[in-house]
């Protein structure tokens, strides 16, 4: 991270960090430790729940003794936390007072450290000793054990003894003039036994003159603590921390203006050190989701807002410009106080970035999508406001208003998590497998916009941008830039994708067919750039004159797309004329009819035989075509079969989505017979599978039918239209008889 450095738990140690006005209570505090009368102690409580700045009060107050009363004081801290069992602590309690007194008293501090260190092996139990502050941990042993035996086993003599030294060291500390002040910070992290251990030290065994104890907890989590040794008594434990503490004190609460402003003030220090471009919109959604009443809930002391502030920078720096600020924000705070609802939205996209239909929203519904978020537990004022801020698609089922789909392409701009293209960002710290970011997308625009980058070299950076990344996502992209793209840059990014989409990924991915493909979105894409140009015609003709047939005709389906489905609107302005488009269409007939001088399309282009054989016949002649395959099916037979499953579509599973080949349906026959005559199939497929295949006597269908190759059960499937349709033309031609019934075949 490289502008937020604080940890969780890290205290401020110097006043002039304070941020939320605890100066002058730590002040008093001070004031009050060290001006006690002469010879007498006080144990002081400060209580405060964790992450309230309880450490940052002591480091306060403890820098105000050193300033002002370096001469007269020596402060002792002491943290339980780090000592293994009671029996540890007690002997590491005296050992810290018996080092730090005994470097800092001017007279008798050497008698006073040994004193305490007898004190303490005399009234602790024999076991751990903290090597810190008796090396070596061999040599204490036998000093223990060889003190043990001088003072005896008998009671009475070890009560003379206890008192004597007890006597000694309090007589040295009464007339040392210096106030001694132990701080004892994180009890709360203690086990019941060592807190109790704790209180016993300060009340009963070290309870000597000129000492001020600083006992700082969460009273209530201690309280609880001490209660588990006397579970028949459920005040014991609060009465107990009354006997010892004589006063009582709370850390102020923060005021909220200042949470907020110290939260806001760092969450801008990130924005800026990460450079994250945020929008005015993007700061409005995030305030009128943080300044509500339940969100100071969850602020609502320094260390919260601290792990928050962490988080959010951890995600910044990971993401950048890749995501909506506030989305990142609202998913952090889901991280950091709602993480149950975090796992449950991070297995819930299907659900949440679902709209649904209008007709599917009643109560049922609402009630359904609330427990599939948010599970069976009613949830919080703020979980709801999150959901609805970063989910608008399913405010619908949370009392809010209902989005269609033609919000998502403005959600997507935003980089929203509520778009599928963008929200598996949010639930893995970065940019997922597949996905790319768009600074690589608006590096490679500008790439390839540079004057000094040649078209061949243009090529090579698109072929390296999608090498990595799915190229689907890219083409999305890049779609949702082309109405603000100049137009050179439409122009070079056209030209790339015309270089390279022949070769993309062409798979049929839904009940669409291909239309969603990289193959077909990038032709989409290229003809829509268009419409940035100022002589889009002369582009397109060299598009159409260059690129690979059947990449050339899915450029023109679409030019005629964007040039002639619209015009009979008012406010259309078709991308090139009519004329323009017919001498497109023209180009692209000469082409193929070229192509299939010394080529087969049904071999090299199986998939386009069907749109290639109808642009060759709308902007070309219809007996090229008929010569042509009489032509290929009299060298080889295999071709004609070969023709026609080019017109069989895909179908689709119902129960598991994957394609199958569907059947030579009526359809298909008629755009074949639209190009040319369907009798010059029947002598290729009769020498090729034999007289049986014109047999059927009803139509084969596939679906029941499986035993048969596909090849042939294309050829049965044609044999029996053309049979069909022949008889069609005859009682057509012949008239039909008053009143007779005609049979009309599925197929048709």
């Known amino acids: 991270m490289k502008t937020f450095k ?22 008093s505090l001070a004031e009050t430790l060290v001006k006690v009368p002469d010879s007498q102690s006080i144990t002081v409580g400060l209580y405060g729940s964790w992450g309230s700045g309880k450490t940052s009060v002591i480091n306060m107050a403890v820098e105000h003794i050193d300033q002002k009363y370096n001469e007269k004081t020596v402060v002792i801290k002491f943290n339980p936390w780090v000592f293994s069992n009671s029996e540890s602590l007690h002997m590491a309690f005296f050992g810290t007072l018996a080092s730090k007194l005994g470097a800092r008293l001017r007279s008798n501090g050497e008698v006073v450290a040994e004193e305490l260190k ?3 092996e005399i009234t602790g139990p024999v076991g751990d000793v903290v090597g810190t502050f008796f090396p070596p941990a061999g040599l204490i042993g036998k000093i223990l054990g060889s003190l043990l035996k001088r003072i005896g086993v008998a009671h009475s003599d070890k009560v003379i003894s206890v008192d004597s030294t007890r006597e000694r060291v309090d007589k040295i500390l009464a007339k040392s003039g210096q106030r001694v002040i132990v701080v004892i910070d994180d009890i709360d992290r203690l086990d019941s036994d060592e807190i109790h251990q704790v209180f016993k030290l300060v009340k009963n065994i070290a309870h000597f003159s000129n000492i001020s104890y600083l006992l700082s907890f969460d009273r209530e989590v201690v309280a609880d603590a001490l209660a588990l040794r006397y579970p028949n008594n459920s005040d014991v434990g609060d009465n107990f921390i009354d006997k010892i503490v004589q006063l009582p004190l709370y850390v102020p ?45 969850l602020f609502n002391t320094p260390r919260r ?49 679902r709209s649904g239909a209008y007709g599917d929203r009643d109560e049922n519904a609402k009630t359904s999508t609330r427990r599939k978020i948010f599970g069976k537990d009613e949830p919080t004022g703020m979980e709801v406001s999150i959901v609805k801020e970063l989910f608008p698609s399913v405010e619908w089922a949370l009392g809010g208003s209902s989005y269609g789909g033609d919000f998502e392409a403005n959600w997507e701009e935003a980089k929203r998590v509520c778009t599928d293209k963008y929200f598996n960002r949010y639930f893995s710290y ?9 600074s690589k997308i608006e590096d490679f625009l500008a790439a390839i916009t540079n004057p000094k980058t040649s078209p061949a070299k243009a090529s090579k950076i698109f072929q390296t941008l999608i090498k990595d990344a799915d190229v689907a996502m890219i083409i999305s992209k890049l779609r949702r830039r082309e109405k603000k793209l100049p137009e050179q840059t439409s122009k070079t990014l056209a030209e790339v994708l015309v270089a390279n989409g022949a070769s993309l990924m062409r798979s049929r991915q839904s009940l669409l067919g291909d239309t969603m493909s990289p193959y077909v979105q990038s032709a989409i894409l290229a003809v829509h750039l268009m419409k940035n140009v100022d002589n889009a015609n002369e582009t397109l003709t060299k598009f159409i004159s260059n690129a690979p047939i059947n990449y ?39 082409r193929i009819k070229t192509y299939t001088k010394n080529h087969h399309v049904q071999t090299d282009y199986p998939n386009d035989v069907a749109s290639l054989m109808w642009i060759w016949q709308k902007w070309g002649d219809s007996k090229d075509i008929q010569k042509y395959l009489e032509e290929s099916f009299k060298k080889d037979p295999k071709l004609a079969i070969q023709f026609l499953q ?14 199958i080949r569907s059947d ?29 295949v014109n047999q059927a006597i009803e139509y084969p269908d596939g679906h029941f039918n499986t035993d048969k190759t596909f090849e042939y059960l294309v050829a049965e499937q044609f044999m029996y239209l053309y049979r069909h349709v022949e008889a069609e033309k005859i009682k057509k031609d012949d008239g039909v008889i008053e009143g007779e019934v005609i049979e009309i075949d599925p197929t048709n």
């Open 6 to 27: 604080k940890s969780p738990d890290e205290p401020i140690a110097r006043s002039n960090e304070d941020r939320f006005g605890r100066k002058d209570f730590s002040v």
């Open 118 to 120: 007898r004190y303490g």
């Open 253 to 297: 609460n923060v005021d909220q203006e200042l949470l907020n402003r110290y939260l806001t003030e760092e969450l801008d220090k990130i924005i800026i050190g990460h450079k994250f471009d945020i929008t005015d919109d993007d700061m409005s959604r995030f305030q009128s989701v943080y300044f509500s009443r339940d969100a100071e809930k």
């Open 305 to 353: 807002i601290v792990r928050y502030l962490n988080t959010v920078d951890f995600s910044i720096e990971r993401l950048s410009n890749e995501a909506s600020f506030t989305d990142v924000a609202l998913v952090d705070m889901l991280r950091i106080f709602f993480p149950e609802l975090y796992q449950r939205l991070a297995k819930s996209k299907e659900v949440v970035l």
């Open 430 to 438: 970065g940019i997922p497998p597949g996905d790319i970011a768009d």
């Open 552 to 590: 050339a005709a899915q450029l023109l389906q679409w030019v005629r797309v964007n040039s002639e489905n619209d015009k009979d609107k008012p406010d259309f302005v078709p991308l090139i004329s009519e004329d323009q488009v017919h001498e497109l269409g023209k180009i692209l007939a000469t």
């Open 646 to 659: 080019a017109y069989v579509g895909h179908g689709y599973e119902m129960t598991t989505g994957k394609p």
């Open 664 to 692: 030579f349906r009526r359809e298909s026959y008629d755009s074949i017979a639209a190009a040319v005559d369907p009798g010059l199939f029947v002598g290729p497929l009769t020498k090729e599978f034999g007289d049986e």
